[in-house]
Structure formats: structure tokens, C-alpha cells
């Protein structure tokens, strides 16, 4: 490359020096500079990505200016022009507005690689999109706040984005996948609005692929539920003209998490599924569905008949046809002729079925909203007896042991002092005939006190 010239002008020398000076420029920089937001002390500042380097040093040759403002970001140090950037970036026009050196903290899940993808729009239409940092790159471009181009009212790097998604992403699979899980890194971060809508149509294009399979919906049954209510409150936004869509993506989360939500997490899960545009066979399938709550599904399927009753009324409402006189044609306003009586009773009384049908319905939902009470207090007492029996069981346990343990004792004494009488009356044969001996003594005392028992008697 030939500088020679730019080396004289004293431009590029000091443009992008080696490492070593570029960190203590950085340093030095900041150290004239305390309005700068957050803090870069104790990091080791790295120079920009090369192609971003190299946009900006295409830059100051063709304007013959230097870089005149640092962006610290993670451990990276961007050294850019403030023109192209404070013009198409609404972010960074208001922090270096007092401050020529400020370090930013991104939201979670985005990374320096993505801010240094945005920051080269604002150079040039050099941006290289994958469907791995597509969302990020989107997030980004959102988050920075990148405004319009001079000639069109659409963000020129959000054109590219668009183009870039219908033209590579939806027309394979694999990549559309790979996109739908790079959105998942940015859920719950203050970029995650971008992600979610990503994520949801991501989600449309694969349910309407023939080759994607039924695979992606383990990765949408893999998400958290505040992830999942909000990927399906995005889809319900969008106003899907597949309705059954989100329904089977919802039972599916369902099936998949049974016994882990609680009723409430459910139900708000499943209030985004609009019933009514569902096709006959999973309405079918809703009504017998036993992972979704119950009031859901009385609730589906009232709705259900109050909607039949309204269509059967509409259907059956007398046409008046005016019967208009050719003396009349001159009038603007033909006065119709008066409805039969069949019709006023008919129409009375669907009206009467639909108001009896709805009063039925809000009478459902309070009682199951009664019983749903009752079964939760029903679930305490039953837990807190559970308790009190698991307390007393243990010290029932506690009370057996002791008292085994003393009879256990007591058992022990005395083998031990039975086994002591044998050892001492095996002890030689002198204990043994002492033993027989006063047997024999005994027993002749004992016939002793017999004879002279009976002697008694016979005296008397």
C-alpha cells in the first residue's frame, strides 16, 4: 500500500498505531475525559476488528481527517470519526455530545462484534450478515437507534437485514433454524423485543416448510415461560392467518412442561390463542385437551355456542324486501311494510337464547373460578396435614426406637447374667455335688415335714 504521501501529511501515523501506544492513547484519552460513561480501568483495550480498521483508515484518506472519538465497548477500543457516526447513530449523537471518549455497556446478549457490524453502516454499505449474527446485528442496529438515510424513509442497515432474511434465511431451513436459535441469547436482555419478533417469524416460516420437520418445536419447548408468553404474545400480535399455528405450539410447550406451571402461567399462555379461528378438528382437539385448564375450555366452548346461536340468528333473520309501487319510484324514502309475526316471536326468542346462554356462561365461569378456590384450599390443608402427619410420624419413630433401646438393654442384661449362672455352675464337679447334695438334704426334709404332716393326721 502506498502511503508515502499520507506519511508526509502526518494522517495515518497516528491513526492506528501498534498496540502497545494504541492502549495508552485510549488511557490517556479517558484521562482527559471524566464525562465518560462507566469506567475502563484495570482492562487491556484492544484495537477495532480489521475490516471496521479498515473502513476507518479508507475513511481518512479519501477525507483527510483522523478518528477524533473512542468507544470503549467490552474490551475493545473503536477509534472513529464522529461525523458518520453521531449522523446515522442516535445513540452514540448523544453521548459524545460533552465527551470525545465514553465506554458503553450493551444489553445482554449482544457483543462488540455486532456494535462493530452497525458502526460500519454508518461508514458504508460494507456489512457482512450471517444467520448467526443476523438478530444481533438487528438488536443492535435497534438499540443504537440507527436512523434513516437521506433518500428513503426505511433504516438502510434494516434494508439489508430484510433483504438478507427473505433471501437467504426463508428459502433453507438449516439457516432458518440456526437464526431461531441465535435469537434465544437475546431473550430477557433490553434488546429482546427484536429477538422475540425474529424468533416468531422464524417460527412461521419453518411450520410452513415441507423438509423443516416437526424438530423446531423442541426448541420452542426448551424456552422458559416468560420466554415462551412472549414469543406467543408476539405471534398473537401479528395476527397469524394460521391460527392453528400458535395453538399447536402452545400445547406442544404444554405437554412438554406438565406438572411445572402453575394454573395461572397456563391460562395466560393459553388466552393467546384465539378459539374462534380455529379449524373444526383442533377446536375438536381443544375441548378434550387435558393439559389446558379447565376454565379455559368451558369458557372456548361457550363462547363457542354463543357464536353459533348469533350465526343462527343472523341466518334465520327475515330479509324485508320493500314493495315499492310505481307511484312511489319519485319518494327517497320508501316506507318498508310491517314484519310478520312469526319473525318478531322467532327473533325474540334467539335473542332471549343468546342473553339466556351468555348469563350461563358468566355463571359457569364464577363457579369454576369458586371451585378452582375451593380445590386450591383444599391443596393447603391437605399439604399442611401431610406435614403435621410427616412430624408425627417421625417422633412415633423417635418414641419406638428409645423404648426398643431399653428393652433392647434389659434383654442384654439379662443374657449376661444367665450366662454367668452356667459358667459358675460348670465350674468343676464340687459345685455340682455340693448342688446334688443339698438336693438330697432338701428333699429329705421336705419328706421329713411329710411324715410328720400325716402323723399329725392320724393322731387326730
Known amino acids: 500500500m502506498e502511503m508515502n504521501g499520507w506519511q508526509q501529511l502526518g494522517v495515518v501515523d497516528t491513526i492506528y498505531e501498534d498496540q502497545e501506544e494504541d492502549e495508552e492513547d ?32 479508507a475513511w481518512s484518506r479519501e477525507k483527510g481527517c483522523r478518528p477524533d472519538v473512542i468507544v470503549r465497548v467490552e474490551d475493545q477500543c473503536f477509534r472513529l470519526h464522529k461525523d458518520p457516526v453521531i449522523h446515522r447513530c442516535g445513540y452514540l449523537k448523544r453521548h459524545l455530545t460533552d465527551s470525545s471518549d465514553i465506554t458503553i455497556k450493551l444489553p445482554l446478549g449482544l457483543t462488540a462484534d455486532a456494535f462493530s457490524l452497525v458502526i460500519i453502516s454508518c461508514y458504508n454499505n460494507d ?50 433454524v440456526e437464526v431461531l436459535k441465535s435469537c434465544v441469547k437475546l431473550f430477557g436482555g433490553e434488546a429482546s423485543a427484536p429477538a422475540v419478533a425474529f424468533f416468531a417469524r422464524c417460527v412461521e416460516v419453518l411450520a410452513g416448510s415441507v423438509v423443516a420437520g416437526e424438530e423446531w418445536l423442541d426448541d420452542v419447548a426448551a424456552l422458559p415461560i416468560e420466554e415462551m408468553q412472549a414469543v406467543a404474545d408476539e405471534m398473537h400480535e401479528r395476527s397469524l392467518h394460521d391460527h392453528d399455528l400458535l395453538y399447536r405450539i402452545v400445547d406442544h410447550y404444554l405437554e412438554n412442561h406438565e406438572g411445572k406451571l402453575s394454573e395461572e402461567e397456563k391460562a395466560r399462555l393459553c388466552y393467546t390463542i384465539t378459539c374462534s379461528s380455529l379449524s373444526p378438528p383442533l377446536f375438536m382437539h381443544l ?15 361457550l363462547l363457542d355456542q354463543l357464536q353459533s346461536h348469533h350465526s343462527m340468528f343472523l341466518h334465520h333473520r327475515p330479509t324485508i324486501t320493500p314493495q315499492i309501487k310505481p307511484s312511489q319510484l319519485q319518494h327517497p324514502l320508501p316506507t318498508p311494510p310491517a314484519q310478520t309475526l312469526g319473525a318478531i316471536l322467532q327473533r325474540d326468542a334467539l335473542l332471549r337464547q343468546s342473553a339466556h ?75 455340682s455335688a455340693e448342688c446334688r447334695k443339698l438336693g438330697v438334704v432338701g428333699e429329705a426334709s421336705a419328706g421329713h415335714r411329710r411324715n410328720r404332716s400325716l402323723s399329725g393326721i392320724e393322731i387326730a
Open 127 to 176: 456489512v457482512s450478515l450471517t444467520p448467526t449474527n443476523l438478530t444481533s446485528v438487528h438488536a443492535a442496529a435497534e438499540w443504537l437507534e440507527i436512523s434513516n438515510n437521506d433518500t428513503s424513509t426505511t433504516p438502510y442497515l434494516t434494508t439489508l437485514i430484510e433483504d438478507y432474511f427473505f433471501q437467504e434465511v426463508t428459502t433453507e431451513s438449516a439457516r432458518t
Open 357 to 431: 346462554l351468555r348469563a350461563s356462561m358468566e355463571a359457569t365461569s364464577f363457579r369454576i373460578e369458586s371451585l378452582e378456590r375451593e380445590m386450591a384450599g383444599l391443596k393447603r390443608c391437605l399439604r399442611r396435614s401431610d406435614e403435621a402427619a410427616r412430624c408425627e410420624s417421625f417422633r412415633t419413630v423417635s418414641e419406638i426406637t428409645a423404648k426398643s433401646g431399653d428393652i433392647e438393654g434389659k434383654a442384654f442384661f439379662g443374657t449376661r447374667l444367665v450366662q454367668g449362672f452356667k459358667r459358675f455352675f460348670k465350674k468343676g464337679g464340687g459345685a
Open 26 to 57: 485510549c488511557f490517556n484519552s479517558l484521562s482527559h475525559s471524566p464525562s465518560a460513561v462507566g469506567s475502563p480501568s484495570n482492562r487491556s483495550d484492544l484495537s477495532p476488528p480489521s475490516t471496521l480498521r479498515g473502513i476507518v483508515e
Open 287 to 301: 375441548v378434550q385437551n387435558p393439559h389446558l385448564p379447565l376454565r379455559f375450555i368451558v369458557q372456548a366452548m
